[in-house]
């Protein structure tokens, strides 16, 4: 769907944030990408649905470069972006509203993402008088109104509390059991070794390691190196590789994970 060509990104103050970014999204997986603030994630983001345009490098959607302004905005048609903070993605004071941008005025398809994420008993209610939780449901609802093929959500925990989180996930894992390509950028190791199909680690500006979970898991060298902290799953196979190989780690993942 979505492939990155060594791209690189400076912004006018001289910060030079992408640095040969390659990498490709196929259609119908859960990818998750990882690494520590200020790595360059949200700088990917921002040209992963258009906002930005590479310094050099380039970006393509289905096998056609994104190279003018018509091409980028066709590409926001196509990936949706759910923000760390809520408070970025409105424009308008009421949900009402809010989905007329998104939907040009398509009253039938604003009930149905009303029905969908169960808006109506928000209705009424100025956006800025929700909470942070109520926001960001409400973002994920934006977000998927125009209906993208693709969804990129930064940080989905960020400002939920335990079941808020729990239900927004839940939704996540509706959305891609529809057919919706997901991408989650996010801190949290051990969601994402139980969550993802595949996994991207960015560094300084460079995806340096890709793989299944149970591959990049393993490879706890490059974690100590890039100064990561160790979730349980490596805490874990630290305590056990004497006994292990490898791949038995791996078989044992994959049986954990389906339960």
Not at 121 to 133: A, F, K, Q, V
Not at 142 to 161: F, G, H, K, N, T
Not at 214 to 240: D, G, Y
Request: hydrophobic share 40%; net charge neutral; glycine share 6%.
């Amino acid at each position: 769907m979505l492939t990155f060509h060594d791209v690189h990104y400076t912004y006018q103050n001289g910060a030079y944030v992408l640095k040969g970014v390659s990498l490709t999204i196929e259609r119908g997986k859960k990818y998750a990408l990882i690494g520590k603030n200020g790595c360059g994630k949200t700088t990917w983001l921002l040209h992963a649905n258009g906002i930005y345009r590479p310094t050099r490098g380039d970006v393509y959607w289905e096998g056609k470069k994104v190279e003018d302004r018509r091409l980028r905005r066709e590409l926001r048609q196509h990936v949706g972006v759910v923000f760390q903070n809520p408070e970025h993605q409105f424009l308008a004071p009421t949900i009402e509203e809010e989905l007329a941008i998104s939907l040009e005025s398509n009253r039938e398809r604003m009930d149905e993402v009303m029905e969908q994420f169960s808006l109506h008993r928000w209705r009424d209610i100025p956006i800025h008088h929700l909470s942070l939780g109520q926001k960001k449901w409400l973002s994920l609802a934006v977000a998927m109104a125009p209906q993208p093929r693709l969804l990129i959500v930064d940080e989905p925990s960020a400002y939920l509390d335990g079941l808020q989180s729990e239900r927004l996930i839940s939704k996540l894992n509706e959305l891609h059991e529809a057919g919706t390509t997901l991408v989650v950028i996010t801190h949290d190791l051990d969601f994402v070794w139980q969550w993802a199909d595949e996994v991207f680690v960015m560094h300084d500006g460079r995806i340096v390691l890709h793989g299944t979970p149970a591959f990049v898991f393993t490879q706890t060298n490059i974690f100590r190196e890039l100064h990561f902290p160790l979730p349980l799953l490596l805490r874990i196979w630290e305590h056990e590789k004497k006994t292990y190989t490898e791949q038995q780690f791996a078989q044992w993942i994959e049986r954990w994970k389906k339960g």
